[in-house]
């Protein structure tokens, strides 16, 4: 057979092993590039494309530049809905995204918990709580699955910040394992029997994860059953022999590294068994038959597909994980006769996604006062500024032209030129296949023609070495001193700045030289460029942002962060809103007694001016619709759906990972110690008495729910379980979302149960949208498990004879009804 064929019979996984050489099948357990396998064409044996993320399939372009890709909601987002059909949903469209990218596995879910709120990509996560993680994970995974795309869940296991994470070992205790942190893998195994597997950059207790045999295979193949692959993160293999013989079966990206070669080398001198590869090959083999891939020659051409009801559902799912946080004598929703101020940073711009490797290139963006025009009227909505919210400069857009040359010297006549809309340039892959890209150099040449005279501020972060100059005159050096800093996932350096005096009106030239970097020692090597321009702003901005409240019937104000903060490769420095939003909202909310607040974070923030504000409205990071979805809320032609799915605390320090010592978080020594436990977010509060901002759990509406009371099929807990139910009705006027949720209390208990446990735990929960009038039934199903803690020296769950309490909430801190269910005797089960 030749790479043009295809086996479109059934595989013979074991003859194919069989016919394969040992070569060929260490071959196979390394990628050939940075989205794709190594293929054998004498077996028909394609390449199989890989693609991020959870929140769109980007395809193999830049973060930013690829192929067009639909843009969903963030994590968060989708974990705030607490709705597994919307999850379901949203992956068996990503399925079909990932195919119009040539992919068959998308690298997603991301169920890491959600542990201290300031994690770089705790918006790319679902929930602080396993149980919430692991329903929302197990509908997306079949999504995917059940329409032929593998998912890949990550990052096994413990991969919680993003400080040193390439290094960090996480500390964490069995028990903590057992019950918050693995969870949502072994649900994605028994109950989703997901086909993948990403392991994290990080140590669990001094081991790199694609070598921690106990992790990989006594628990995830032995305990849960798993017989999907485990592929390592982007340059996170760390070894040869002992990450093949525990069970570690793709590196990536490729070519390899520590594969290849080199265990072709552990195999001869017996450190690898020959049998060791075969199983890895047999399981590589078998993901490529689920996916379909032997049905063709390999990656398909990629194209954009903008669907209309994919637009539709993204929106949708936008409005569903609102979180309406205060809604002070119902402001919201507004008339539709109102003249509203749209002011804040995030008023003019499309914040639809957190930064990092989740970024794609949307086909659209709708921003939030284009939504609201939509909705009330171009003539009803007036729009400004007031401060900034961004980390880096305001990257620089316009047409941008870019020369690539053979070598570090920009020498000769360029091999290849592009244009750029957007001075932001992540190069996976360069765009001319005779460029070495250990060995490029790059000519960015732009104009800028300031609307406003003043002083401007400019910026440059570069993974390589790059200078930029303004009419001829050097403007930023990054070359000089040149050292790693926080950008592009750690590679580049932190941004240079320049202050300059330019006159509106007046075009400039902008020209950047860059050169690639040399090949990094750890084999992680990044060429990327960034430039961004913006006008410095003050209190005069804020000014005009308050006389423009002060005239309008209501102020809405749309602060929080942006991509720049919410980011994979670093973790957030504070919960405090940056710049000067916090100024912002006081003064706008002292002149409008109208005043609602959008908020876009990744994750908690502090409210030091919630009190003097009507309305909140958290928003996380709702995908490309997210003005359109916003409007939809605002107006009222969608209830804010959303329950919070993390803990908001007053203040950092009552946070459950805080600590004032360092080893608990951020870290220390290249380690962080998980010290709280099982006592993560809501669990830390209640159990420590230690009050929030606002519950997990929590939201309001636009309607009111009467509860009936709540029915256990019975009051003795058997191995067949527990259900309740409670009768729910939408009293109120308009449409409405309820959630109802189930906690366990353990009340009478044996009296040598030799752990301290939460005070209470979320076991179930159900979701019902409900129009005027219309009732609904929440039924909520608990088993033995969900009374039980993990025995770490018996290994074993363990649940002692006693009376257990299951509280009816709306959230952690609003306990509606309270049952109880006997255990008459000890349960257990082995892990």
């Given at each position: 057979?030749?790479?043009?064929?295809?086996?479109?019979?059934?595989?013979?996984?074991?003859?194919?092993?069989?016919?394969?050489?040992?070569?060929?099948?260490?071959?196979?357990?390394?990628?050939?590039?940075?989205?794709?396998?190594?293929?054998?064409?004498?077996?028909?044996?394609?390449?199989?494309?890989?693609?991020?993320?959870?929140?769109?399939?980007?395809?193999?372009?830049?973060?930013?530049?690829?192929?067009?890709?639909?843009?969903?909601?963030?994590?968060?987002?989708?974990?705030?809905?607490?709705?597994?059909?919307?999850?379901?949903?949203?992956?068996?469209?990503?399925?079909?995204?990932?195919?119009?990218?040539?992919?068959?596995?998308?690298?997603?879910?991301?169920?890491?918990?959600?542990?201290?709120?300031?994690?770089?990509?705790?918006?790319?996560?679902?929930?602080?709580?396993?149980?919430?993680?692991?329903?929302?994970?197990?509908?997306?995974?079949?999504?995917?699955?059940?329409?032929?795309?593998?998912?890949?869940?990550?990052?096994?296991?413990?991969?919680?910040?993003?400080?040193?994470?390439?290094?960090?070992?996480?500390?964490?205790?069995?028990?903590?394992?057992?019950?918050?942190?693995?969870?949502?893998?072994?649900?994605?195994?028994?109950?989703?029997?997901?086909?993948?597997?990403?392991?994290?950059?990080?140590?669990?207790?001094?081991?790199?994860?694609?070598?921690?045999?106990?992790?990989?295979?006594?628990?995830?193949?032995?305990?849960?059953?798993?017989?999907?692959?485990?592929?390592?993160?982007?340059?996170?293999?760390?070894?040869?022999?002992?990450?093949?013989?525990?069970?570690?079966?793709?590196?990536?990206?490729?070519?390899?590294?520590?594969?290849?070669?080199?265990?072709?080398?552990?195999?001869?001198?017996?450190?690898?068994?020959?049998?060791?590869?075969?199983?890895?090959?047999?399981?590589?083999?078998?993901?490529?038959?689920?996916?379909?891939?032997?049905?063709?020659?390999?990656?398909?051409?990629?194209?954009?597909?903008?669907?209309?009801?994919?637009?539709?559902?993204?929106?949708?799912?936008?409005?569903?994980?609102?979180?309406?946080?205060?809604?002070?004598?119902?402001?919201?929703?507004?008339?539709?006769?109102?003249?509203?101020?749209?002011?804040?940073?995030?008023?003019?711009?499309?914040?639809?996604?957190?930064?990092?490797?989740?970024?794609?290139?949307?086909?659209?963006?709708?921003?939030?006062?284009?939504?609201?025009?939509?909705?009330?009227?171009?003539?009803?909505?007036?729009?400004?500024?007031?401060?900034?919210?961004?980390?880096?400069?305001?990257?620089?857009?316009?047409?941008?032209?870019?020369?690539?040359?053979?070598?570090?010297?920009?020498?000769?006549?360029?091999?290849?030129?592009?244009?750029?809309?957007?001075?932001?340039?992540?190069?996976?892959?360069?765009?001319?296949?005779?460029?070495?890209?250990?060995?490029?150099?790059?000519?960015?040449?732009?104009?800028?023609?300031?609307?406003?005279?003043?002083?401007?501020?400019?910026?440059?972060?570069?993974?390589?070495?790059?200078?930029?100059?303004?009419?001829?005159?050097?403007?930023?050096?990054?070359?000089?001193?040149?050292?790693?800093?926080?950008?592009?996932?750690?590679?580049?350096?932190?941004?240079?700045?320049?202050?300059?005096?330019?006159?509106?009106?007046?075009?400039?030239?902008?020209?950047?030289?860059?050169?690639?970097?040399?090949?990094?020692?750890?084999?992680?090597?990044?060429?990327?460029?960034?430039?961004?321009?913006?006008?410095?702003?003050?209190?005069?901005?804020?000014?005009?942002?308050?006389?423009?409240?002060?005239?309008?019937?209501?102020?809405?104000?749309?602060?929080?962060?942006?991509?720049?903060?919410?980011?994979?490769?670093?973790?957030?420095?504070?919960?405090?809103?940056?710049?000067?939003?916090?100024?912002?909202?006081?003064?706008?909310?002292?002149?409008?007694?109208?005043?609602?607040?959008?908020?876009?974070?990744?994750?908690?923030?502090?409210?030091?001016?919630?009190?003097?504000?009507?309305?909140?409205?958290?928003?996380?990071?709702?995908?490309?619709?997210?003005?359109?979805?916003?409007?939809?809320?605002?107006?009222?032609?969608?209830?804010?759906?959303?329950?919070?799915p993390q803990t908001f605390p007053r203040r950092m320090k009552d946070n459950s990972a805080w600590s004032e010592d360092a080893l608990t978080y951020p870290g220390k020594d290249g380690h962080v110690r998980y010290d709280e436990g099982v006592f993560v977010g809501y669990r830390h509060h209640d159990s420590h008495n230690v009050p929030p901002l606002f519950p997990f759990g929590f939201g309001l509406g636009y309607t009111q729910f009467t509860w009936g009371e709540a029915?256990?099929?019975?009051?003795?807990?058997?191995?067949?379980?527990?259900?309740?139910?409670?009768?729910?009705?939408?009293?109120?006027?308009?449409?409405?979302?309820?959630?109802?949720?189930?906690?366990?209390?353990?009340?009478?208990?044996?009296?040598?149960?030799?752990?301290?446990?939460?005070?209470?735990?979320?076991?179930?929960?159900?979701?019902?949208?409900?129009?005027?009038?219309?009732?609904?039934?929440?039924?909520?199903?608990?088993?033995?498990?969900?009374?039980?803690?993990?025995?770490?020296?018996?290994?074993?769950?363990?649940?002692?004879?006693?009376?257990?309490?299951?509280?009816?909430?709306?959230?952690?801190?609003?306990?509606?009804?309270?049952?109880?269910?006997?255990?008459?005797?000890?349960?257990?089960?082995?892990?």
């Amino acid at each position: 057979m030749n790479s043009e064929q295809t086996r479109g019979a059934a595989v013979n996984i074991e003859q194919l092993l069989d016919e394969l050489t040992l070569e060929e099948q260490v071959s196979l357990m390394a990628g050939a590039d940075f989205w794709t396998t190594v293929p054998i064409p004498r077996l028909a044996i394609p390449a199989v494309k890989v693609s991020d993320g959870p929140n769109g399939a980007r395809g193999a372009g830049g973060l930013t530049n690829g192929t067009p890709a639909a843009a969903f909601p963030c994590a968060i987002a989708l974990g705030a809905s607490w709705n597994s059909d919307a999850a379901y949903e949203m992956g068996a469209t990503l399925a079909a995204e990932a195919r119009s990218k040539g992919a068959r596995v998308l690298l997603a879910p991301t169920v890491n918990i959600h542990r201290s709120g300031l994690n770089g990509r705790n918006f790319e996560c679902y929930s602080e709580d396993p149980l919430l993680t692991s329903m929302l994970a197990v509908a997306y995974i079949k999504g995917l699955q059940d329409n032929g795309v593998g998912a890949t869940i990550k990052h096994f296991v413990a991969n919680d910040s993003e400080i040193d994470r390439q290094t960090v070992s996480s500390d964490v205790d069995e028990r903590t394992l057992r019950e918050i942190y693995l969870p949502p893998f072994e649900a994605a195994v028994k109950k989703a029997g997901v086909w993948a597997v990403m392991t994290g950059y990080n140590r669990l207790n001094g081991i790199h994860m694609d070598s921690h045999k106990w992790a990989l295979q006594d628990v995830m193949r032995g305990e849960f059953g798993y017989d999907g692959i485990f592929m390592s993160d982007w340059f996170g293999t760390n070894s040869v022999a002992s990450s093949v013989n525990a069970g570690h079966d793709l590196e990536m990206p490729g070519p390899a590294r520590y594969r290849g070669t080199r265990l072709l080398d552990a195999v001869k001198a017996g450190e690898v068994d020959p049998e060791t590869i075969r199983a890895a090959t047999r399981r590589l083999l078998v993901l490529f038959e689920r996916v379909g891939a032997f049905d063709s020659a390999g990656p398909e051409a990629e194209t954009s597909r903008d669907a209309p009801e994919t637009r539709a559902l993204i929106r949708r799912l936008g409005a569903e994980g609102a979180v309406l946080l205060k809604n002070e004598g119902d402001l919201l929703p507004l008339e539709n006769t109102v003249s509203i101020a749209a002011l804040g940073p995030n008023a003019g711009v499309a914040r639809l996604m957190g930064g990092g490797s989740a970024q794609i290139n949307a086909p659209y963006r709708v921003t939030p006062v284009e939504g609201l025009k939509a909705a009330f009227g171009d003539n009803r909505v007036s729009h400004a500024k007031g401060c900034t919210n961004n980390r880096l400069t305001q990257v620089l857009q316009g047409d941008i032209e870019l020369r690539f040359h053979h070598g570090r010297r920009l020498e000769g006549k360029p091999a290849h030129i592009a244009t750029e809309e957007a001075l932001n340039c992540f190069w996976f892959d360069l765009p001319a296949p005779e460029l070495d890209q250990n060995d490029f150099s790059v000519r960015a040449v732009a104009t800028f023609t300031p609307e406003e005279s003043g002083t401007y501020r400019a910026g440059m972060t570069n993974a390589g070495l790059a200078r930029a100059y303004l009419d001829g005159e050097l403007l930023i050096d990054g070359e000089s001193d040149w050292a790693h800093g926080q950008n592009f996932f750690g590679t580049a350096n932190d941004e240079r700045l320049a202050d300059i005096e330019l006159q509106a009106g007046t075009t400039y030239q902008l020209v950047i030289d860059y050169c690639s970097p040399a090949t990094a020692d750890n084999g992680i090597t990044v060429r990327a460029l960034r430039f961004g321009i913006e006008k410095t702003m003050g209190q005069p901005e804020i000014d005009d942002a308050v006389r423009l409240a002060a005239e309008q019937d209501v102020a809405v104000l749309f602060v929080g962060r942006q991509e720049e903060w919410d980011s994979e490769g670093y973790d957030l420095p504070d919960m405090t809103l940056p710049g000067r939003q916090n100024a912002l909202i006081e003064a706008v909310a002292a002149v409008n007694p109208n005043t609602v607040v959008v908020l876009q974070t990744g994750g908690p923030v502090e409210m030091p001016w919630l009190d003097k504000v009507k309305s909140v409205v958290q928003f996380w990071y709702p995908g490309q619709e997210v003005g359109n979805a916003i409007a939809d809320v605002l107006s009222g032609a969608a209830s804010p759906g959303g329950r919070l799915p993390q803990t908001f605390p007053r203040r950092m320090k009552d946070n459950s990972a805080w600590s004032e010592d360092a080893l608990t978080y951020p870290g220390k020594d290249g380690h962080v110690r998980y010290d709280e436990g099982v006592f993560v977010g809501y669990r830390h509060h209640d159990s420590h008495n230690v009050p929030p901002l606002f519950p997990f759990g929590f939201g309001l509406g636009y309607t009111q729910f009467t509860w009936g009371e709540a029915v256990a099929d019975t009051e003795i807990m058997t191995d067949a379980g527990v259900t309740v139910t409670v009768p729910i009705v939408n009293s109120g006027a308009a449409d409405g979302v309820e959630v109802v949720q189930l906690y366990v209390h353990p009340e009478a208990m044996a009296k040598d149960v030799p752990v301290a446990r939460p005070e209470k735990e979320l076991r179930a929960f159900a979701r019902l949208a409900l129009k005027p009038g219309q009732s609904g039934t929440a039924s909520l199903g608990i088993v033995p498990r969900d009374l039980a803690y993990f025995d770490v020296e018996r290994q074993r769950w363990m649940a002692p004879a006693g009376r257990y309490a299951l509280l009816v909430a709306a959230n952690a801190g609003d306990i509606r009804q309270r049952l109880a269910v006997d255990l008459e005797t000890e349960w257990s089960e082995p892990a």
